[in-house]
């Protein structure tokens, strides 16, 4: 197999938990410096390690021991990060998980982690905030629940409040030093990252600690933040690209800004009055928030860096971005599972790409974070230009909390369809379950869209497989116009023609007022699925002759 690499995923110099830089030691450097902004509640480092000794001391009055899972169902929030570094001082293993998951959605990943500990939070409005945990209660008794936001309903839950020490209670002055971290072999898990789960239960995908710092370390190099940073987060840190970037933050003694749900008025606030240098940001982020940008009210000259992920960014957003908010781009694709390319380059994100290879290896001989294309069937390489599944080098197999290992010959298959152009330049253009099979023919959902959103008068588009007697799937294009009048089916055609073959081009046009997103920003399929069907939603529909 040829072997395009592209910048390699090692630590910078710790290889094991023990050498690692840690937030321990980021609170010793600087312990009055604010380390978390939240609520309007700013917390320092030395007053966030307080927190993480009063928890792992709980922790070790509770049991907890090294290789026990804790879930950990918080939202983006300090006491998350808290809860992060808890485990880890236990030798435990953080599991995070979504939100806003039901009571049986708990209960099967308390059962299927083991979960010896489960941190929840209430629903604030909700009509019984803590109605999910029933479920749990009834079926994992031994399981220690720890309730955050409400006083505990259930005499044998207790409450994280009264754990950390910011409330009196049974525990406000069990000030117990955190045990020493346990000695642990270099591939011992630290981290449960659970997939997005678009296309079938979740995975919890292994990741060790050096790994981790490894990532770390990737993303510190490729923009440096330093003590003066600020970083604004509104991603999931329950999930593996909001917590790295998060850990970015803190080990680099900045300050992070926490937004526990996306709300582009409320972003802007919170980059002017907190003078925000760094800021995440998916296509529909960034999107959001150039078009609530308003000179009047907002001031943005702090911005510096926006790291962006989850989908092309189309040429006329980039030109806003550049300009109304005066950041660098750090683009990145990855995957919970570990691997990562990025660039900073701006001819190569407005190109479409995440990166360009640095490395082309022999044929056989895949070295760690190497990428390269392939057919998705034999797994046979495929010439620059061909889309086919992007493989990455993995020495070390990828590993699934209770499943076997994963990687075919030293590759990692990551189910993503993409090309390597004749530059080396990476470029994603969807998933191999979301192909269309249009009469016989394959179409990248992603690979259209990408197209589509470079036509001026398309805002967002998302692609679908609708049925069709003689093809047996057609392509649906749906739009949202970006002006009026908006742009017909036969004109997109024509637009999309230049670059893509004619078996790609949509056989269909659907105009919404919106496309339906998943929490990090990738198109939700089964939800524009369902509003292509309903002839109640607010839409335009045309087929082509």
């Not at 480092?45 to 090294?66: C, F, H, N, Q």
């Not at 840190?237 to 996306?262: E, M, N, P, Q, Y």
């Not at 030293?410 to 993409?418: F, I, R, S």
């Not at 394959?442 to 001026?456: Q, T």
Request: aromatic letters at 6%.
């Amino acid at each position: 197999m040829l072997a395009v690499g592209l910048h390699p995923v090692t630590p910078r110099s710790p290889t094991t938990a023990a050498q690692a830089p840690t937030l321990e030691a980021a609170c010793r450097r600087w312990p009055a410096r604010p380390a978390t902004t939240h609520a309007g509640v700013t917390t320092s480092y030395a007053e966030l390690w307080e927190r993480v000794s009063a928890l792992a001391g709980a922790y070790r009055w509770l049991g907890v021991g090294p290789g026990d899972r804790i879930l950990c169902q918080l939202p983006t929030s300090p006491e998350f990060l808290v809860a992060v570094h808890a485990a880890w001082a236990c030798g435990a293993v953080h599991v995070g998980a979504d939100n806003d998951l039901t009571g049986t959605e708990l209960s099967r990943l308390v059962e299927r982690t083991e979960a010896s500990v489960l941190l929840f939070q209430h629903l604030p409005g909700a009509a019984d905030p803590l109605a999910p945990l029933r479920p749990v209660t009834q079926a994992h008794p031994g399981t220690t629940v720890v309730v955050h936001g409400a006083r505990p309903q259930d005499e044998r839950h207790l409450s994280l409040e009264d754990l950390l020490g910011t409330r009196a209670g049974p525990m406000a002055a069990a000030k117990a030093e955190p045990p020493e971290p346990p000695e642990r072999a270099p591939d011992d898990p630290a981290l449960l990252f659970l997939t997005s789960g678009t296309t079938g239960t979740p995975k919890g995908v292994v990741e060790t600690m050096a790994a981790l710092w490894a990532k770390v370390a990737y993303f510190a190099d490729a923009f440096g933040p330093g003590p003066d940073d600020v970083h604004l987060m509104y991603l999931p840190i329950s999930h593996a690209f909001g917590l790295k970037l998060s850990l970015t933050a803190l080990l680099s003694g900045g300050r992070l800004v926490l937004l526990d749900r996306f709300s582009p008025s409320e972003a802007l606030r919170l980059v002017t009055e907190e003078r925000v240098s760094v800021l995440p940001g998916t296509p529909t982020h960034l999107t959001l928030l150039v078009k609530a940008l308003d000179s009047a009210r907002h001031d943005v000259a702090s911005l510096r860096w926006a790291v962006a992920a989850a989908a092309p960014l189309p040429p006329p957003l980039l030109d806003q971005v550049y300009a109304k908010l005066g950041v660098e781009l750090f683009y990145v694709y990855g995957c919970s599972e570990g691997f990562l390319v990025s660039t900073t380059e701006r001819d190569e994100i407005y190109a479409g790409s995440v990166g360009t290879s640095v490395f082309r290896g022999p044929p056989g001989t895949p070295p760690d974070g190497s990428v390269a294309v392939v057919e998705p069937y034999d797994h046979t390489p495929l010439p620059p230009g061909e889309v086919g599944e992007i493989v990455f080098g993995a020495r070390q197999p990828v590993r699934y909390w209770g499943e076997a290992e994963v990687a075919t010959e030293g590759w990692y298959h990551t189910g993503d369809l993409g090309r390597i152009d004749d530059d080396g330049l990476v470029h994603v253009v969807g998933r191999l379950k979301e192909l269309i099979n249009r009469g016989g023919l394959k179409v990248a959902p992603g690979e259209v869209e990408a197209a589509l959103v470079r036509h001026p008068g398309v805002a967002d588009a998302g692609v679908i497989a609708t049925p069709d007697p003689v093809l047996g799937e057609a392509v649906c294009a749906c739009v949202v116009p970006a002006g009026h009048p908006p742009p017909d089916l036969a004109e997109l055609r024509a637009f999309l023609g230049a670059d893509l073959g004619r078996h790609k081009l949509p056989d269909e046009l659907c105009l919404l007022e919106a496309i339906p997103r998943t929490k990090i920003a990738k198109v939700d399929r089964a939800a524009l699925r369902g509003l292509v069907v309903d002839a109640d939603a607010p839409r335009q529909f045309w087929r082509a002759r």
